[in-house]
């Protein structure tokens, strides 16, 4: 990475040229930790960039740098921000927290009234999310849409997920209502007290969670699998 400066700003039209980049990275990194994603086409992403519902991080000489994108759910209720993705280079620079800052912000000024949901197994994310707002909660506090779910089936988590009715995961899910919600200062201080707490509770889950997993496949689940499910539990 150079010194180049990054901004982060609303997609627009002239944008859509990255689009096959975009999903290209969305699926290598993917792949490369283990992980399954709701898979998007580039067309897709580019319907997102023309609706001004999406935001992407650029270098100032035009390179691309990062995205993520606005889903709603449930007739407008629910509002994701999704593909969260930033190129390899400029991975670990906060880029990251700035893509989801500007797409929060994004996401209440277009759905004011929406509950703003994500789900992640990441302590980073989590820790991005709840200076934002964002407060941990259950299943059944998010979209109960059909779509939303079925999204979960590319991930090679989807058997655990189904296992558990689709009441609980390996992701922790995480919500921002604007009706009723703490202030971000107190939800980042009580992530800054609990961490080291939903980190244990994050593991101990995992492992509960695996080894029902396995009892239920009779001890099949091979052993590439679980590692692919341990290696992606904890990475951003």
């Not at 593991?203 to 029902?212: A, I, V």
Request: aromatic fraction near 10%; include cysteine.
């Amino acid at each position: 990475m150079d010194n180049q400066q990054i901004i982060v700003r609303v997609a627009t039209p002239a944008d859509q040229h990255f689009a096959t980049t975009i999903t290209d990275e969305m699926e290598s990194s993917a792949k490369a930790r283990g992980t399954g994603i709701a898979k998007r086409s580039p067309d897709y992403v580019a319907q997102k960039m023309l609706e001004g519902k999406a935001v992407i991080a650029v270098t100032t000489d035009g390179t691309w740098v990062g995205f993520c994108y606005i889903e709603t759910w449930s007739h407008g209720q629910y509002v994701a921000n999704s593909g969260l993705i930033v190129a390899p280079a400029f991975r670990k620079s906060g880029v990251a927290k700035s893509i989801k800052k500007k797409v929060f912000e994004l996401s209440r000024r277009l759905y004011p009234e929406a509950k703003i949901f994500g789900l992640t197994t990441g302590l980073a994310v989590m820790k991005i999310n709840s200076e934002l707002g964002y407060e941990p909660v259950t299943y059944s506090e998010l979209t109960q849409d059909e779509a939303f779910w079925a999204g979960c089936k590319s991930c090679v988590n989807y058997d655990i997920l189904m296992s558990k009715d689709r009441k609980n995961c390996l992701c922790t899910g995480m919500l921002y209502d604007p009706a009723d919600h703490y202030e971000p200062k107190e939800t980042e201080a009580h992530f800054k007290q609990k961490s080291k707490v939903y980190e244990r509770l994050m593991r101990l889950k995992q492992s509960r969670f695996l080894s029902r997993l396995r009892k239920k496949q009779g001890g099949s689940t091979t052993q590439s699998k679980l590692k692919a499910i341990f290696a992606s539990f904890f990475n951003f």
